[in-house]
Each structure stands twice: as C-alpha cells, then as structure tokens.
C-alpha cells in the first residue's frame, strides 16, 4: 500500500538507511518489552509483598539498561531517518536540475518556471516524511505486533491472538480513505501551483497593475484564488483529522480490549498476576506502530502527489540534444521551406526562405506580428517542431547541440537580461577570462565608460533586471556583453527598440561595424537601419515578399517602398515639429 517503486527504486541508496532506521526502532522494542517484563515482575512481587534485596537491584539494573538501550537506538534511528531523507532530497534536486539542464533553453515551452521552483523546493521537501518516517514505519508496524504477539503468546494465546487481529483494522481505515485522500491532494497541490503563478506574475507586473490601477482587481482575483486554496487546505485538514480520529478510536478500543481480555484471563486462572500486567502494559504497544503509520500516512500522501509532479517534470520530452558540436566555421545560414505554427490551425511562417551567408550583413523586416522574431527564436534552437529545413554551416539545426549553437550565435533583444551583482559580472558573461582593460575597452565602444566612471566603475552593482539604468544604459550594456561574446553570428531582434535616439543611433553604428567582420541578421522596425545591408527580408503575414538590397526594394515598389515612404514622412514631420 502506498510504496512507490519509482521514487524507491531512484534513490536506492536510501534503502539502507531504511533498513537501519527499522533495525534500531527493532532493537528499541525489544529493550521495552525487557523493561515491561521487569516492572510487571517487579509490580507482582511487591503485591505479594515478597521481594529480596537482590530481585530489586536486579529490576533496577534491567531497567536502566533498557533504558539505555532505547535512548541509543532512538537517536540511532532517528539519525538514519536524516541520512535517508537527506539522500532523497539531494537526489531528486540534482536529478531536477539535470533535467532542466536537458531541456535548455526553452525549458518555458514546456513547463512554467514558478511551478518548477514550487516542485524543487517544497515538492522535495514534502518527501522527507515519505523517505524518512513513513518507509521505515511501514515496515516496523507489521514487525512490532508480530514480535509482541510470539513474546505474549507464552504468556497468554488468547489475548495475544485477540490483540493481534485487532492491529489490521488501522491500516483497512487508511486503505478505505486512500483513494478519495489521493484526489483530493492532487486538486490540492494543482491549487496550490496556480497561486504561485498568479502571485509570481502578478508580483512581477506590479508596477504595471499600479499604472493601470488594475492593483485592485488583481488583488481581488488573487483573493478568490487564494480562499479556493484555502478550501481546498481545509478539505485536507478535515480529512486528515477525521481518520486519524478513527484510527485513535481503532488504536484505544483495541488496547482497552486486551485489557478486558487480560482481566478476564487473570479470573478463570488462565495466567498469574505478573502475566496479567504484562499484557495491560504491552497490549497499547501493539496498536501504536500503526496508529503511528498513520499519522505519516498523511503527510506521505502529500509527499506522493507532490512526486506525481516531480515525475511530471522528470517524464517531459526532451528535445533532441544534438549529435553534432562543432560546426563548420565557413559555413553560413540556409532556412529553405520554413513552416511553423506555435498552435495547430494557425500558420505564422509559411515557406520562409533566407540565406545568411558568412560574413554577410542581412535584415528582416515588416510590420509588427509578421514573423521576424519566430525566425529569430527558430535561429536560437527555440521552437524546434518547425517544417522545412535550416541549415547551419552545413548541418541542420536540430541536430546541433544547445552548446555549439550557442557558442556560434549570439542573440540581442529588446530587453536583454542584465543580473543582479557588477558589471563586471555581467560582462563576463559574454567572456570569462576577459580582462579589465578589455571590458573598459569594450564599454568605450558603446559609450558607457564616462558614466560608469562616475559611478563605481566595473563595480557598479546593478539590480536585478538592471533596474537601476536607463533603458539605453541597459541596451549599451547588454551589447557590449554580446560583443565580448565574440561568436561568429549575430542576430538583434529590435535591439534598439524602446531607446533614446542616441543610443539608438550608438548601438546602430556599432552593428554596421560589426558586420565587416561578422555575419549579422538585424531585425529593425526602422528602416533607416537597414539601408546598408547586403540583402533584406521583407516579411509579410509570416512570408517571405520581397528581397534585395535596399535601392533594388525601392525601385520595386512594392511593400517596402511604402513602408519606406511612410517612415521617411513621419521623420520628416517630427523633424519639422522639432525645427519649428
Ligand atoms: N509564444 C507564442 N505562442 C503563440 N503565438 C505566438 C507566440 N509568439 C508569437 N506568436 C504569434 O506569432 C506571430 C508572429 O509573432 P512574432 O513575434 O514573430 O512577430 P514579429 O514580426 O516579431 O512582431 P514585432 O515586430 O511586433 O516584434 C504573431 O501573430 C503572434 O501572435
Ligand atoms: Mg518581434
């Protein structure tokens, strides 16, 4: 009942411990029962008023020695108990962030990141009590009774047989509310992810909820989760109390029977005063294993369902990790008949075909929900179910590893992250062993030094987020990272959206610098942008519609001369406003 063969059979190790926590609490009974036996004796002699000296120091000595030996093995087992949860909890952590590891980058695609903290960390927790009470109390709660039963059996078989059949009826209550108590954890633990989402999200969009007053709302909708979790904590309560309630009624009832089965035995003369006492002393010890199973049984259960989640986690498919790591450094980018939809029914690219050689300089652009940052996602290993084929220096893009890709591309959005810690930290993330000289060197290029000289200088501690810059700051930053990264491709998603003109104007030339040396895909609302670019990609409705440099579009007169046109005529109004 309730042994799962998958969580036991991971952490295998832990199987000893087990068996030592059951040995010692073993060893703890047999010491009692040494201890039980003294005091009975001891109780019948003093009745019949005709103890010596010598029975008494023997008493004493049995006693304090049980009683060592209980205190001994209790510790023991108890520090079994630790070691056993403690290689559960190391176990499954590791096995957690392995597989994280396995799913990369778009581990988002598959799973929300607040439910993986919730599972790692409390998930794990929850299965303490499974590892480190439950198992080894499941095993000793059949031994207890079974050992009791052979002991009293010489006393007395009829209260011994009595007792015994008693014991089964604890475990038949916990069998009877399994099955409602396993549904009702799910829905439980299903609960309590949900809230964790909206809390994380919510909390995460304050500033904006504050903007909007939608804080208020928010807070409403965040209380009608929050009293559905506390229902649904409630449930659990109440079924948790009520068959601990009838479990206790099991345990006393049956106790109390082996007292009146004692007593009666005593009256007909079936047994003698001493072996009347010990059967009253022992008759609760039968019942206690169990009840106490029990009470783990609870909080195991809880345990399970938070493995159901686990195992959900661990189970999720992996996207192919790639037998290919090193790629050919000649080689450039080859998309041909690109299909790929996020939701079945909904095409967003339809036979895209773009060509980036090495070395080469190219854009994409369109309107807003055309495709651009798809191809730019597909690009970066994301969104692997595509059609088609994308060929990378030669070998196709499902094939190569995370890492390669990674160490091949370098990938700049609109909203980078910058860590919380230095700049130097963040830096370094684009080169490990750079030195200071050159991170400064780097930080001259896109214009930051002066301001970080004023602050603290690689020092400068940022918050998380970067949420102590400008947005241009932050962008400056983010590419000087992306420059020290020094890969052989480069591909800016709108990396200058949402920034003062300067650094937009900064960064821009710092990328058409860049392309003398390296290959550039450069997505760009303006198209001012792109005029230099060797071959631009007008995208429209997730299509490829036109190509070509920037005066061959134009003559074309197609979307991207309107396109053009349009922007050229707005710049021209707000540079009259300005002028005027
Ligand atoms: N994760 C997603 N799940 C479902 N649909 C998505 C997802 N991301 C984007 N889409 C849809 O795909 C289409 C293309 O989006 P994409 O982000 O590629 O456009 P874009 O050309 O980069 O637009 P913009 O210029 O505004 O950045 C949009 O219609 C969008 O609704
Ligand atoms: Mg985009």
Redesign the pocket.
């Given at each position: 009942m309730m042994i799962d063969k998958r969580l036991i059979g991971i952490v295998g190790q832990s199987r000893k411990y087990i068996a030592g926590n059951v040995a010692y609490q073993w060893c703890a009974l047999l010491a009692n029962l040494i201890m039980m036996i003294a005091i009975a004796n001891l109780l019948t002699n003093l009745y019949q008023r005709e103890f010596e000296a010598g029975t008494l120091i023997l008493t004493a000595g049995a006693l304090i020695v049980a009683i060592a030996i209980r205190f001994y093995c209790a510790l023991q087992s108890s520090r079994m108990s630790y070691l056993s949860s403690k290689t559960v909890k190391k176990t499954l952590r590791r096995m957690i962030y392995e597989k994280l590891l396995r799913l990369g980058a778009s581990y988002n695609e598959r799973i929300r990141t607040s439910e993986i903290v919730q599972i790692a960390v409390e998930g794990v927790e929850q299965l303490e009590t499974y590892f480190g009470a439950y198992l080894p109390q499941f095993a000793y709660a059949m031994l207890a009774p079974l050992t009791l039963f052979v002991v009293l059996s010489f006393v007395n078989f009829p209260s011994a047989v009595v007792l015994l059949i008693c014991v089964p009826m604890i475990p038949a209550a916990i069998a009877a509310v399994q099955t409602w108590a396993k549904k009702l954890l799910a829905k439980y633990w299903g609960q309590y992810t949900a809230l964790g989402d909206t809390f994380l999200e919510n909390l995460q969009g304050l500033t904006t909820l504050k903007i909007y007053r939608a804080d208020e709302y928010k807070n409403e909708e965040m209380n009608v989760e929050a009293e559905k979790f506390r229902k649904i904590t409630m449930k659990v309560l109440v079924m948790q109390l009520n068959s601990i309630t009838i479990m206790d009624l099991i345990a006393y009832g049956g106790a109390a029977l082996g007292v009146i089965m004692a007593i009666t035995q005593f009256i007909a003369g079936n047994v003698g005063m001493a072996g009347c006492l010990l059967i009253i002393l022992l008759s609760a010890d039968f019942f206690i294993p169990m009840r106490l199973l029990g009470s783990f049984f609870h909080i195991a259960m809880n345990g399970m369902a938070a493995s159901g989640k686990i195992f959900a986690l661990l189970d999720l498919d992996e996207p192919n990790p790639g037998d290919i790591v090193t790629l050919d450094p000649a080689g450039g980018i080859m998309i041909e008949g690109l299909d790929f939809a996020?939701?079945a029914e909904r095409p967003?690219l339809k036979n895209v075909r773009m060509d980036f050689p090495i070395g080469s300089f190219s854009a994409i652009v369109?309107?807003?929900?055309?495709?651009?940052?798809?191809?730019a996602?597909i690009l970066m290993g994301r969104n692997k179910d595509y059609k088609g084929s994308v060929m990378f220096g030669g070998s196709e893009l499902k094939r190569i590893s995370e890492d390669e890709l990674m160490r091949r591309v370098t990938y700049v959005s609109h909203q980078s992250h910058l860590f919380k810690g230095t700049v130097r930290d963040n830096l370094r993330m684009g080169r490990p062993d750079a030195s200071d000289s050159a991170l400064w060197e780097m930080l001259e290029r896109v214009k930051l030094a002066d301001f970080l000289r004023s602050e603290n200088g690689l020092d400068t501690l940022l918050l998380e987020r970067g949420a102590n810059l400008s947005g241009g700051q932050c962008q400056r930053l983010a590419l000087a990272r992306a420059l020290l990264h020094d890969s052989a491709i480069y591909i800016f998603?709108?990396a200058t959206s949402n920034i003062d003109v300067e650094s937009e104007n900064d960064i821009i030339r710092e990328i058409h610098a860049l392309a003398r040396t390296k290959t550039i895909v450069l997505?760009s609302?303006r198209l001012a942008n792109v005029v230099p670019a060797d071959q631009i990609y007008v995208?429209d409705q997730?299509a490829v519609v036109e190509s070509g440099r920037h005066e061959t579009l134009l003559a074309n007169q197609g979307i991207y001369q309107r396109l053009w046109t349009a922007q050229q005529n707005l710049e021209n109004f707000t540079n009259q406003e300005a002028n005027a």
């Open positions: 996020y939701e967003i369109g309107e807003s929900g055309c495709g651009k940052s798809t191809v996602a998603d709108e997505i609302h995208m997730g």
